[in-house]
């Protein structure tokens, strides 16, 4: 498998490189120093592609990603290197468009990780465009192996498609190709999957703490829970209260809540939704 | 390690043997075939504890369960011998206290497995009685080690509390004394972080699929973000829209939802949560 991998890993870059054609060797020039970024930024070094420079529009971030990186790093626009072959916008949402509305390497592929913008963001400015959207939860505190993240590419073009198909390919094992409704559609269940997931290990950490035993005595629980649904689905994996119609338990619990409203009305929207499943 | 294990297990059941004085083995009667009782069942038998007579009010539920594990099983009370050490009662809440009045050896242990039911459904019927709530989501058809399975102890009595917690050291290495409300908010804070969890599995499954999409690649993502609060707090660990303020996805992602009121109930109600936490 290792040599098989390896060998794709020479195909893919060679791909690339005949594609590019002025340049010997991938470049990268990596726009933001977030958690995404940070673990891209990671991924692409390991992959041997070579990063040119990275950009934060504050520059101790700049300096920070510089440093562990050993990149080249700037907080000024103006420093970034025009001749790089594709230029990666690994930032929120929200400065997305301003920044694509800069001048830089017209001429170069310009790619965004956002799972909510669609292609229409890069506007005329940047004609060669296309999409990596890394589907996992990104800490830069938590280091994790991104040969297993699923990367969906789209891109402006079947020409471009490759060449970012080509990319992630160095990047990952899990590469698909989506338009930008599913990719939407992709992060709105990852929220679901992941960040209302991770919301619930927060309440449930202050909800056992209150009872003065330690998060600890969860973690079993929550690790079975995750690794159920690799043998049953979601809806066969299901137990507890609601799905019981345990009525008594979930009477006793939600007086628990009386003092949460908050978490009294997420106890009813979630027990009642378990109870009737389906989505409507 | 193993030694260690060994040695312990033959201290505890060498301690229950000297306490129970009237056995030279431990003997339990298993009531209720479902879910927990399928798992305790084969703990306690993994563990070399005799199990006796399994008892479910539906026959062909006895019979399965009987040939599953090779035990004596009846859906007749009056079949359940009187003799043993410990009476399980593993059923669901509504179904204990029917079953605690009936007449069945008064001078044995009874315990119930029950997240949310006190001490005092035990009544005066049975004098010796408690609690091995074990924290964890169990379904038939998905094995686990038992070993790591929390379990939370609580009984009559000093004396009852030894024997149980030598019983419970037997099936897990995280045994814990609680009181009645402390495994209730347990119990609760595991609805959250399972119950609710894995209908957020669910409610992505159903949507991913809209997208055209297998739920396979939504595992990455599940398995780390269950994997990253070991290294960070879950506060620390969120990601995504709602704690970054990102409002231009939240917004696309709410209109995504404009025909599933309730996901969209559950999107507001969430996000809200995340971006201002705390319990209140």
């Known amino acids: 498998v290792r040599v098989d991998n390896l060998y794709l890993k020479v195909i893919n870059l060679n791909f690339l490189i005949l594609y590019l054609m002025d340049t010997d060797m991938l470049t990268v020039v ?6 995404v970024a940070t673990h891209l930024t990671g991924a692409l070094l390991n992959a041997g592609v070579q990063v040119l420079m990275i950009y934060s529009r504050t520059a101790s971030h700049a300096r920070v990603a ?34 694509l509305a800069r001048e830089l390497a017209p001429q170069a592929i310009h790619i965004h990780t956002a799972g909510s913008v669609g292609l229409d963001v890069f506007g005329d400015y940047k004609p060669k465009h296309g999409v990596l959207y890394p589907l996992q939860t990104f800490s830069k505190s938590k280091s994790l ?4 993240v699923p990367l ?3 891109a402006s073009s079947p020409e471009i498609h490759q060449v970012l198909k080509s990319l992630a390919l160095l990047l990952s094992e899990k590469v698909y190709r989506v338009n930008s409704e599913q990719r939407c559609q992709l992060h709105l269940a990852a929220v679901f999957a992941c960040n209302f997931v991770n919301h619930f290990y927060a309440i449930a950490d202050e909800l056992i703490r209150e009872s003065n035993l330690p998060f600890d005595v969860l973690k079993p629980l929550i690790a079975e829970t995750a690794s159920k649904i690799d043998v049953l689905t979601p809806k066969e994996a299901q137990t507890g209260p609601a799905v019981r119609g345990d009525t008594s ?18 106890y009813e929207i979630m027990s009642k939704s378990i109870a009737e499943p389906g989505l409507s």
Chains 1, 2 share one sequence.
Do not use: C
């Open 30 to 35: 990596m726009i933001g120093t977030g958690n």
């Open 66 to 99: 510089g440093q562990k990186w050993a990149v080249p790093a700037t907080s000024e626009w103006t420093d970034l290197p025009g001749n790089a072959n594709v230029y990666v916008y690994a930032v929120s949402d929200n400065a997305l468009p301003e920044l």
């Open 145 to 148: 192996n991104f040969k297993d």
């Open 152 to 154: 969906f590419v789209e």
């Open 249 to 266: 338990v979930m009477d006793k619990h939600i007086r628990l809540l009386e003092n949460y409203p908050e978490l009294k009305d997420m």
